[in-house]
Nanobody
């Protein structure tokens, strides 16, 4: 199983980016996917979660109303649309997936390592 994040880059404050989490050897047909981020010198935090199939989502207060997580079953990809970006959103962003999880509101309590699979991350820099 491999999860590969892409779509990161440098953007000015107020701009947008869309991150992708493409899976190989794994099908986004059920379970949860989480997006985590870690800024330099800070602890990793979960920012957005989605229950694939059920569709419920959870967002951290810091990104609520600005970030949107979605899925594209045909492309076997989960996205994180990030709008109104702020300098404090600068971080390495990771996606993680676990077929056992059934509720995004529960998944948000887990660390990235509690998920069965996670990727190597993509850097987002907002200036």
């Amino acid at each position: 199983v491999q999860l590969v994040e892409s779509g990161g880059g440098s953007v000015q404050a107020g701009g947008s980016l869309r991150l992708s989490c493409a899976a190989s050897g794994y099908t986004y047909s059920s379970g949860c996917v989480g997006w985590f981020r870690q800024a330099l010198g800070k602890e990793r935090e979960g920012v957005a979660f989605i229950y694939i199939g059920g569709g419920n989502t959870y967002y951290a207060d810091s990104v609520k109303g600005r970030f949107t997580v979605s899925q594209d079953n045909a492309k076997n990809t989960v996205y994180l649309q990030m709008d109104s970006l702020r300098p404090e959103d600068t971080a390495m962003y990771y996606c993680a997936a676990d077929p056992r999880l059934r509720d995004a509101r529960v998944a948000r309590y887990l660390s990235m390592e509690d998920f069965g699979y996670w990727g190597q991350g993509t850097q987002v820099t907002v200036s």
